[in-house]
């Protein structure tokens, strides 16, 4: 059956009208998304992004280990805080394992990740296989921690995931400081006394942390998709550092608030996927409409560009009598009052041209001279001369050069 949004439901969904455990499940997303989004951003500005992969997949053996070891023990095997826990410990031996094999052997770090992420995993699968095979393991549910798995989610699930999120975000700000210059200048931060190495490493244990958090909501696989794809889609709309890692929380928050709004209004949809995917709806949005970075900004401008280097050549062109075969450019001008349909120039389009040409002679002169060397370097084509000079200079250049005195615009 096809499945449509029911606004609706929806909209009691994201007000937290929708039940017990649809509640549960997203405000308890809502704070592991904000919480991935800003822990995220510190791996992303430091050019890491892969490791969150490896330290993911590292986690699966844990979780098989854990749960056979408190079965064995006589305990639930599914009990939440002892899974995490495996998993932790499974994601801390993976990740030193690719420090070590980054540090003591030749192996670049990707190639190092590649290898730990595989056979981690592997190792995992593997767990899972046997562990289904298990009377005790047929129930056990665990094949939910690779892509999540919401459904029947306890209060103590819920408070145990809060709780990590909100300890992982509370550390990242009392270490932002020191984690952004590592981030962006590793040198300067050992200059500065800072150790480095050791800043890395919690860096990673709070990615780990985070993605231990994560893995009942959003699941191993997909965990990586929110520590991303917040930070990459912030990134998009500022260039300070502090603005991107809060909008990468608010980005990585609204996207698990959504998605497991979303997922309560369709219970066959799954929760971690829908957070996801909306989280990429948002990096689509941002790609497309920031004023700044966006792929539309970036039209527009190169646009307001063209136009610009239409009109010069456009001008010049009237300036020195040649006649003007480009379209645009006589589109241009027309649109602008410079000429009339035949193409011959107006009054204004003369003075206009007529400028153009003298300021054309006026940076040859600049560009000749090594006293204006810094102004000269300014030269592109298009940048009026009046940005650069004062009026007394353009007033000296233009004696030189037989132009009218005083005229300058």
């Known amino acids: 059956m096809a499945w449509a949004i029911h606004w609706p439901t929806l909209w009691?969904?994201?007000?937290?009208?929708?039940?017990?455990?649809?509640?549960?499940?997203?405000?308890?997303?809502?704070?592991?998304?904000?919480?991935?989004?800003?822990?995220?951003?510190?791996?992303?500005?430091?050019?890491?992004?892969?490791?969150?992969?490896?330290?993911?997949?590292?986690?699966?053996?844990g979780v098989g280990l854990a749960f056979l070891v408190m079965v064995a023990l006589g305990g639930d095997g599914r009990n939440l805080p002892g899974l995490l826990a495996g998993s932790a410990l499974s994601a801390w031996a993976g990740l030193l394992v690719v420090s070590f094999l980054t540090r003591r052997t030749r192996l670049s770090e990707d190639a190092a990740i590649g290898a730990v992420l595989s056979v981690f995993f592997g190792f995992g699968i593997v767990l899972l296989t046997v562990i289904q095979t298990l009377g005790v393991g047929r129930q056990a549910g665990l094949e939910g921690f690779l892509l999540g798995s919401t459904a029947g989610m306890l209060w103590a699930d819920g408070v145990?995931?809060?709780?990590?999120?909100?300890?992982?975000?509370?550390?990242?700000?009392?270490?932002?400081?020191?984690?952004?210059?590592?981030?962006?200048?590793?040198?300067?931060?050992?200059?500065?006394?800072?150790?480095?190495?050791?800043?890395?490493?919690?860096?990673?244990?709070?990615?780990?942390?985070?993605?231990?958090?994560?893995?009942?909501?959003?699941?191993?696989?997909?965990?990586?998709?929110?520590?991303?794809?917040?930070?990459?889609?912030?990134?998009?709309?500022?260039?300070?550092?502090?603005?991107?890692?809060?909008?990468?929380?608010?980005?990585?928050?609204?996207?698990?608030?959504?998605?497991?709004?979303?997922?309560?209004?369709?219970?066959?949809?799954?929760?971690?996927?829908?957070?996801?995917?909306?989280?990429?709806?948002?990096?689509?949005?941002?790609?497309?409409?920031?004023?700044?970075?966006?792929?539309?900004?970036?039209?527009?401008?190169?646009?307001?560009?063209?136009?610009?280097?239409?009109?010069?050549?456009g001008l010049l062109a009237l300036a020195q009598g040649q006649p003007i075969y480009e379209r645009l450019t006589l589109r241009l001008l027309l649109r602008a009052g410079l000429v009339r349909p035949d193409g011959v120039p107006t009054e204004t389009g003369r003075a206009r041209a007529a400028k153009a040409l003298r300021d054309e002679h006026r940076w040859q002169i600049l560009r000749g001279e090594t006293a204006h060397e810094a102004a000269a370097a300014l030269y592109d084509g298009l940048r009026d001369i009046e940005t650069v000079l004062t009026r007394d200079q353009i007033a000296e250049i233009d004696r030189r050069i037989g132009a009218p005195r005083g005229v300058s615009g």
């Open 160 to 313: 145990v995931i809060a709780a990590g999120g909100a300890a992982s975000l509370a550390l990242v700000l009392v270490l932002r400081r020191h984690l952004t210059l590592v981030a962006f200048d590793p040198e300067y931060a050992a200059a500065r006394g800072l150790n480095v190495a050791r800043l890395d490493l919690v860096m990673m244990g709070l990615v780990m942390a985070v993605t231990v958090v994560g893995l009942k909501i959003v699941g191993l696989i997909l965990i990586v998709a929110l520590l991303i794809i917040p930070p990459v889609a912030a990134r998009f709309w500022s260039d300070r550092a502090d603005h991107v890692v809060l909008m990468s929380g608010v980005i990585g928050g609204a996207s698990a608030w959504i998605g497991a709004a979303l997922s309560a209004t369709a219970p066959n949809l799954p929760t971690g996927p829908l957070i996801v995917l909306t989280a990429f709806a948002i990096f689509v949005a941002s790609l497309l409409l920031a004023p700044g970075r966006g792929v539309l900004a970036a039209a527009l401008r190169h646009r307001r560009f063209q136009t610009r280097v239409h009109m010069r050549q």
């Open 12 to 61: 009691d969904a994201l007000t937290l009208q929708m039940g017990y455990n649809a509640t549960l499940v997203t405000v308890g997303a809502a704070l592991l998304g904000f919480a991935a989004g800003v822990t995220g951003t510190f791996l992303f500005l430091r050019k890491r992004a892969l490791v969150s992969d490896a330290i993911s997949h590292a986690t699966l053996p």
